[in-house]
């Protein structure tokens, strides 16, 4: 197999760290530490508030040499309003030091989302993977704005050792993990080796864990090195045991260190648990890691997904208002894959893409098709199948138009509004959509329906259906509604004989 490129992803991050010499790194190193125990640490946080005056006291026993003043808009709420503003950060050098910072990682992971795209390679995936950003946008605002919609997670293990409460996307419990056998060794190979010639460059984006602990399987960095060795680009690594052994979780940042292309995180389930992290690790150690800070006293709000679903529901019972307001639920969902989730333990693969937590999807993703595979052959037909069949690219004429569940549609004015829990978004009435808007409210018509209606009412058929490819490209309509891809027959060489199709 030919070794592909660098990955757009990892020469962005190469340029990001050439930018900063050493002093700056180390700099740095220390004021992520501090906004570790800022984040994670409630009596920090109270004692930095009870010394306005003199927060020195209070930061100096972290042993960062870190001066407070010119740290102050990070901590003190008062000078918050700096933030993220470069020009005014002056004043404050190690807090402009770290808002350059955060743009520069904010900037890697849209290079990284951006890497999900390959039009060239697999057109059918960028449009329908594009469509699925716009929906998830839609569902649940601001918090898919750090949602890269990668191309493909992997278990390497089933099931999870560590049993987080707010898991949301509620893993089971551990049955095994796929040790790196020359047949397990061949098969992978052979599975990223297919995901690569279908996904193209989109591979890119995948990464190998999912509802599954890296540190459960003590073989996971050799099918890293495989994957860099297939895909050209080493992937993420998060885990919730960071501490369980050490030799692999140094090894995992040896290889970052080596071929790194992408920030790794640990997440961090108790204060203890922080304490000990940074017991353990040096901030220099530290610096390409993120802390994902899951404990209660983070000020970081937990997804409404999951098994922090069935939580927040027996809070809510239970009537214990003080817990919920902790527990900050925010509605959003922790899945980030529009791609494949390949489980290489009972080798199934399934078509995945994030939505909002709801009865179908409790677990904050839709699964769009699924198959079963024993070999690479069957790997590659059904990723092959899920492209040719389950990527919609049309409506057809017998699809049903209906907005999605979480949206309530109304007529405004001249405009249609779409109005969820998190957005809103509107569409002028013009020509084509005016005529069709209360069926489409309805939303219990046929896509041929709705042209024969426009064209019944005098609208051009052609401007309705360009009004209803609007809705679809923008995530707006109900996909499961559509009748199944494969019964629809063969896709219209053209819209024209599309809509030609509807109006006879
Ligand atoms: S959140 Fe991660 S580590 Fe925790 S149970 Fe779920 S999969 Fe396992």
């Given at each position: 197999m030919s070794h592909p490129e660098t990955s757009p992803a990892a020469r962005y991050y190469r340029e990001v760290l050439k930018g900063r010499d050493p002093e700056t790194f180390a700099k740095l190193a220390r004021i992520k530490r501090f906004m570790e125990r800022l984040c994670g640490d409630l009596q920090f946080r109270l004692d930095l508030a009870a010394h306005p005056y003199d927060p020195q006291v209070v930061i100096d026993p972290l042993g960062l040499d870190l001066d407070a003043e010119a740290l102050r808009p990070l901590y003190d709420l008062r000078y918050?309003?700096?933030?993220?503003k470069l020009d005014e950060l002056e004043p404050w050098p190690l807090a402009k030091l770290w808002d350059e910072w955060l743009a520069d990682m904010i900037g890697h992971r849209d290079v990284i989302a951006a890497t999900g795209k390959d039009l060239e390679t697999n057109p059918a995936y960028s449009s329908w993977r594009a469509r699925q950003m716009r929906r998830v946008k839609s569902e649940i605002g601001r918090a898919s704005?750090?949602?890269?919609?990668?191309?493909m997670a992997v278990e390497l293990?089933?099931?999870?050792?560590?049993?987080?409460?707010?898991?949301g996307i509620s893993a089971d419990r551990f049955k095994g993990y796929l040790p790196y056998t020359p047949e397990n060794a061949a098969l992978w190979r052979d599975v990223l080796g297919a995901y690569r010639d279908v996904f193209g460059q989109a591979s890119q984006s995948g990464f190998c864990y999912w509802a599954t602990d890296?540190?459960?399987?003590?073989d996971y960095p050799r099918y890293l090195r495989d994957f860099h060795d297939i895909i050209g680009h080493l992937p993420q690594t998060t885990t919730a045991a960071a501490l369980k052994n050490l030799d692999l979780t140094r090894e995992i940042l040896a290889m970052e260190r080596e071929m790194g292309s992408v920030v790794n995180r640990f997440s961090v389930l108790t204060k203890k648990q922080l304490d000990q992290i940074h017991a353990a690790f040096t901030p220099d150690e530290l610096m390409m890691v993120e802390l994902v800070q899951q404990q209660k006293e983070s000020l970081n709000g937990i997804s409404d997904t999951g098994r922090a679903h069935e939580r927040k529901v027996r809070l809510e019972e239970a009537g214990k208002i003080a817990e919920l307001a902790r527990e900050n639920f925010q509605i959003g969902t922790i899945a980030c894959v529009s791609g494949l989730l390949v489980q290489m333990v009972p080798k199934r693969v399934q078509l995945v893409t994030p939505t909002r937590m709801s009865a179908r999807w409790p677990k904050g993703y839709r699964v769009v098709a699924e198959a079963d595979f024993t070999d690479a052959a069957t790997f590659r037909a059904a990723i092959e199948g899920f492209r040719d069949h389950h990527m919609r690219q049309q409506i057809y004429a017998h699809d049903r138009v209906a907005i999605r569940w979480d949206i309530e549609p109304a007529i405004e004015g001249d405009q249609l509004v779409f109005r969820n829990e998190m957005t809103t978004q509107s569409l002028d009435l013009v020509d084509g959509l005016r005529e069709i808007a209360p069926e489409v409210v309805e939303g219990r018509h046929t896509f041929g329906e709705l042209l024969q209606t426009a064209i019944q009412r005098g609208a051009n058929p052609f401007e309705a259906q360009a009004a209803l490819r609007m809705l679809f490209d923008n995530g707006l309509?109900?996909?499961?509604?559509?009748?199944?891809a494969g019964a629809t027959g063969p896709a219209p060489t053209s819209s024209v004989a599309m809509a030609s199709a509807a109006a006879e």
């Open positions: 918050a309003k700096h933030r993220r704005d750090g949602i890269v919609h990668a191309s293990s089933e099931g999870c050792t560590v049993g987080c409460w707010f898991c890296p540190s459960d399987n003590p309509l109900d996909e499961e509604a559509l009748a199944p």
